[in-house]
């Protein structure tokens, strides 16, 4: 091969250490000389300190060799047991029928969804009037788009009358109600659309960024995809 970059100029210098550099007399040396020497002198200093930092390099690019192969493994083999943990949740939410928004047909079956979800939305709801029912359908499409894109709650709606003893025990007076559940326990709520702006024509968007306020859902708006660029307005007709 070509051998080393300083193995070359060390013999460069040597070389020019023999052409130009006669033998010393004897006797003192004069001023050339001396400077002659100590040009030698740091000339030697330079080519050690070059060899020094090269065989430091390579000891340090041959470490950052081995430790790449083995950290590639230990990626390869975390991102696998990932990989195989979330693989097995998702299949445990879509069991519990998370990815959908159901409605519940009694006070019984809720409970049964809120002990088994880790993470609950539930839409009280009333549809005794036009107003009633339109505030209903605006929150259901809403809420349809969230369902599949947040496997890690359970979205499920109930009519407040026919859950009356639920209504009383947790306080469900201004329909409509989302209520929010973590580890079995209510933990947030949105009464009505002031929390939403105060509009019916708020976006979905809105919607998710005031359920993730408390981690009921896992939602980050820098990382995660927008569900609508701009606002939506919803108008229903009995």
């Not at 002198?41 to 470490?63: C, F, G, Y």
């Not at 928004?101 to 036009?130: C, M, P, V």
Request: net charge positive; aromatic share 6%.
């Amino acid at each position: 091969g070509y051998g080393h970059p300083y193995k070359i100029q060390e013999n460069m210098a040597e070389n020019m250490r023999e052409v130009h550099m006669p033998a010393q007399p004897a006797g003192p040396m004069t001023g050339e000389q001396k400077l002659s020497m100590v040009k030698q002198q740091v000339t030697t200093q330079m080519l050690k300190a070059v060899r020094d930092t090269e065989k430091a390099i390579d000891n340090e690019l041959e470490s950052l060799d081995n430790l790449k192969k083995s950290d590639l493994e230990n990626i390869r083999r975390r991102r696998m047991i990932e990989l195989k943990k979330k693989a097995a949740k998702m299949q445990e939410w879509r069991h519990k029928g998370h990815g959908t928004y159901a409605e519940l047909a009694d006070e019984k079956q809720w409970f049964g969804e809120i002990k088994q979800s880790e993470r609950t939305i539930t839409l009280f709801y009333r549809n005794t009037t036009n107003e009633s029912d339109k505030y209903t359908q605006i929150l259901d499409k809403h809420i349809c788009k969230l369902a599949p894109k947040h496997m890690e709650t359970r979205f499920i709606k109930i009519n407040a009358e026919k859950s009356p003893y639920l209504c009383q025990k947790l306080n469900i007076v201004l329909l409509p109600t989302i209520l929010c559940t973590k580890d079995n326990f209510t933990h947030d709520r949105i009464e009505g659309f002031d929390p939403l702006g105060g509009t019916e024509n708020f976006t979905t968007e809105t919607l998710r960024a005031r359920l993730a306020k408390k981690g009921t859902i896992s939602y980050d708006p820098i990382v995660d995809k927008p569900l609508n660029q701009e606002k939506q307005m919803y108008h229903t007709t009995k």
